[in-house]
């Protein structure tokens, strides 16, 4: 049976902590009775037979008719996938996306259904590269739709595919990919990593348009969305999002929605000791992290991203379940709790994080230094329940080399955020008003991400109010490691080492303060009380 | 080219004094007789018959002793391997359909049934299965063909860890040995359609394959080689080198209310929708799979030379078409 999460309270015997500093790892001694480290809970068992799960699923649905009876001969059927940007890390193959739409595509083959149309969710997202559309479905899959024209990739800038579904009755407009509004029946094969996924946000998000994302991807309500992986009546975000699905639900195309739960089992065996709690290394676990370490440290950045990229998780598949949207979320959500949720007892001073060698908006790219903000301040930040880990003005620290680096295929308009936005503010309300609009409306943006590999113009805008609740709620940011000029580009205070940042935050917080670490991996939220 | 006369009267005398020299070396040996040669049979006596040690009754128990298998090892691994490599060129698919088994701490044996078309079909399924199931795999051997002479059933149990089987029937005494091989943890692989392809076409299958599966409850491995008659097919002397195709498909388990048969027929069908899935798509094969219009393995129902020729057309799709154009040899009209 695996152990759940829990919170452990440092003394002078706890061994120091692992911290990730980016495509590296550090050890940290925290200060002995008054930190804590709260740990994610052992991966729970995955289910034993994956495709008679998804069967199942796929014949007894929740509150919707099975889907054999949906299908007919003559109908366009759209099948829907997640993007690259999960699971984090890629899940080894056969990726639980490439099972859904076999089994949907068996379906399909038996009630003749010939108009079938798969399609990415990118939202904004970059285009996916052809070995990763092949890793995310299955070169069966690919060879058979791809070369067809079958299957492809949603263009929210695409003036011509895109319909207006209705409107909400706070003025929101729901505009989608037309293939999709236009469909007799949407499949949607999704993979709930975490609580934020899924649900109406599958649809509403990942075939929108900028205008449809432009309602709720705002500083307003990012600052409002208290937070993502929590209550959804703590989101401003989800709100919307689920005003913007009732209206889909009522006007919009009838939706089959797949959703999936995975454990916790982020790292191969050759990572282990990422897995394990630090008292628990083994002498071939400890040898391990010395050997990565050492050699990590002496790799090219290139070198070292192309070893993190191609990791491959061992994700196992913990619930799979289908039916009408906000009925099987509800499931979902129980499935995704069962493996994140670590309750945690009060907030505290001092909040102090690894920060990866990936978020969802750089698989296979580099971690630029807005993404290392929205990384920590969006994500982790935000994995919380009820009230953040670290009291309203305590101090966030985080560890990474935050290098001022870009992938100028993936994030063009980032390197421009980072020269011309962020050298002017890092307000999240000052440059929506100031420069959201010439970047959405670039066209040369447009026209890499509509034909190229890039992330939409809008994008590091979004990935920037993503961390604007935990930019608004810390006091100070201090990064650990980091080059000292772009961590001040970013409105953060560098340090040198940890200790450093303990000096440096006690301006904020006092001689004493608490100190909570996020332990990652895995990924977990803390329900504080 | 002709030989000259003359040394063909060289050779005949050297092999004639030969001859006369050895028949006079073992003179004293005849005259001596018995125990040194066979003792002569009394009249009216009947001596029993050895039990038969060949075909069928090949005991293959050695084959798997801790040397043998360092030995075959080193064969499978080594020139085995790359005799596949430039013989073949294998481009191996669907193995992500065996992802659950291969992932388990011990994956179950497994009884792997491919189509057959050619001898070297077993060296590319040693070849491409799963190193998990490889180093414990024994091999199904037609025991008329392949143990029918001791130094060919050795060489056979040795190099591909092969195990006598009669084509036609699955006796007891076969199904016993497979389910003891089967409890020890060792694959199998077995082709259904019991002997190579007379005509490039496929066999329907026996239901050796099903049979066993039933019986031992390991599941049934569909797998689809393509390419492979054309590079070394019954009746070639010698092979050409081409490309080949070797398509896993989704383990199957026999289900409780189903005979023999019908599980034969559902591998069977499994096998010919991992065929048309070779030469055309997933797409295309589930939806024939499903409407019942799969291409028979088997091929046309006709006869004569439309079924010679359809073959032709038939291989253009799959990996024997990639094949390098041959060179073309035009007729001398002198």
């Known amino acids: 049976m695996p152990r759940p999460g829990f919170v452990l309270d440092v003394d002078r015997s706890t061994p120091p902590m692992l911290f990730w500093r980016g495509e590296g790892f550090s050890l940290e001694k925290l200060p002995a009775d008054r930190s804590r480290v709260v740990y994610p809970a052992e991966p729970l068992p995955g289910l034993d037979d994956v495709d008679g799960h998804i069967r199942n699923a796929l014949l007894n649905p929740v509150d919707m008719e099975p889907l054999p009876a949906l299908l007919s001969p003559d109908m366009k059927l759209t099948i829907c996938f997640d993007d690259a940007s999960l699971s984090l890390p890629k899940m080894r193959r056969p990726d639980i996306r490439q099972r859904i739409i076999e089994a949907v595509l068996d379906h399909a083959a038996a009630a003749g259904v010939d108009d079938i149309h798969i399609i990415a969710a990118l939202g904004l997202h970059r285009r996916m590269h052809d070995y990763e559309l092949r890793h995310v479905l299955g070169d069966r899959i690919f060879d058979a739709f791809h070369p067809r024209g079958m299957l492809y990739q949603h263009d929210a800038e695409d003036p011509d595919n895109l319909a207006v579904i209705g409107e909400t009755d706070e003025g929101e407009v729901l505009e989608i990919n037309e293939r999709v509004a236009d469909s007799d029946l949407v499949v949607y094969a999704n993979v709930n990593q975490v609580a934020m996924d899924g649900g109406w946000k599958s649809i509403t998000t990942g075939f929108a348009s900028y205008r449809c994302l432009a309602n709720h991807h705002t500083p307003t309500h990012l600052q409002e969305t208290k937070s993502l992986m929590g209550h959804r009546d703590h989101s401003a975000l989800h709100k919307s999002i689920w005003r913007l699905g009732k209206v889909l639900r009522d006007n919009g195309p009838k939706i089959f929605q797949v959703e999936t739960t995975i454990n916790n089992d982020a790292f191969p065996d050759t990572f282990g000791f990422l897995n394990k709690r630090e008292w628990e290394w083994s002498a071939k676990d400890r040898a391990l992290y010395v050997a990565t370490e050492k050699s990590l440290k002496r790799l090219p950045n290139r070198a070292k991203r192309k070893i993190f990229h191609s990791i491959e998780a061992p994700y196992e598949l913990t619930s799979v379940q289908a039916g009408f949207t906000p009925s099987v979320h509800e499931i979902t959500l129980d499935n995704v709790y069962a493996q994140h949720l670590v309750p945690v007892e009060g907030q505290t001073d001092i909040l102090t994080m690894g920060i990866p060698f990936i978020c969802p908006y750089n698989p296979e790219g580099t971690m630029n230094p807005i993404l290392v903000m929205c990384m920590g301040l969006g994500y982790m930040f935000n994995m919380y329940r009820n009230k953040p880990l670290v009291r309203e003005g305590g101090v966030i620290i985080m560890t990474h080399p935050t290098y001022r680096e870009f992938n100028p295929v993936h994030h063009p308009s980032y390197i421009d955020f980072f020269d011309e936005v962020l050298a002017d503010t890092t307000d999240p309300v000052v440059m929506a008003e100031k420069y959201e609009r010439k970047y959405a409306e670039d066209e040369w943006y447009r026209h890499l991400y509509r034909t190229g590999n890039a992330y939409h113009g809008v994008h590091p805008f979004y990935a920037w109010y993503w961390g604007a609740h935990g930019q608004q709620h810390a006091g100070r940011v201090i990064i650990v490691g980091g080059d000292a000029p772009t961590v001040r580009r970013l409105g953060f205070t560098p340090a040198s080492t940890m200790n450093d940042a303990f000096e440096i935050a006690s301006d904020v917080v006092g001689r004493a303060p608490t100190i909570t670490h996020l332990h990652v991996p895995s990924v977990l939220v803390a329900d504080v009380r | 080219m002709e030989i000259p006369k003359r040394y063909l009267r060289a050779g005949q005398r050297v092999a004639g004094r030969a001859e006369s020299t050895v028949r006079r070396a073992a003179a004293p040996l005849r005259a001596t007789g018995f125990p040194y040669r066979a003792p002569n049979v009394p ?262 030379w439309r079924r010679q020729w359809e073959l032709g057309e038939h291989r253009k799709l799959g990996a024997a078409g990639l094949r390098r154009r041959q060179k073309r040899r035009w007729p001398d009209l002198d």
């Open chain 2, 43 to 304: 009249k009216g006596v009947e001596v029993p018959e050895e039990p038969p040690t060949l075909g069928a009754d090949y005991d293959t128990e050695w084959a798997r002793t801790p040397i043998a298998r360092a030995a075959r090892g080193v064969i499978t691994e080594g020139p085995l391997r790359l005799l596949i490599a430039g013989l073949a060129r294998p481009e191996v698919t669907g193995l992500d359909r065996l992802a659950d088994l291969v992932e388990l701490d011990d994956p179950p044996p497994a009884i792997f049934a491919p189509n057959h078309h050619s001898h070297i079909d077993t060296g590319l399924m040693i070849r491409s299965i799963p190193m998990c199931w490889r180093r414990e795999l024994v091999v199904a051997a037609a025991a008329d063909y392949f143990f029918d002479a001791h130094w060919k059933a050795a060489l056979s149990a040795l190099s591909l860890n092969a195990i006598p089987i009669d084509r036609e029937v699955t006796g007891r005494k076969s199904s016993d040995m497979f389910r003891d091989l089967v409890a020890d943890g060792h694959s199998l692989l077995i082709y259904p359609e019991g002997g190579r392809s007379p005509d490039g076409w496929g066999q329907d299958f026996k239901g050796g394959a099903a049979y066993l599966s039933s019986r031992t409850g390991a599941p049934v491995v569909p797998v689809f080689i393509d390419g492979t008659g054309a590079i070394f097919g019954k009746g070639m002397k010698r092979p050409k080198p081409g490309r080949t195709k070797v398509v896993f498909g989704a383990p199957l388990w026999p289900s409780a209310d189903e005979n023999t048969r019908r599980y034969n027929a559902r591998i069977e069908a499994a096998v010919t929708r991992l065929g048309d899935e070779a030469l055309t798509d997933y797409w295309t094969a589930a939806k024939r799979a499903a409407r019942g219009t799969s291409p028979k393995l088997t091929g046309p129902d006709y006869n004569g």
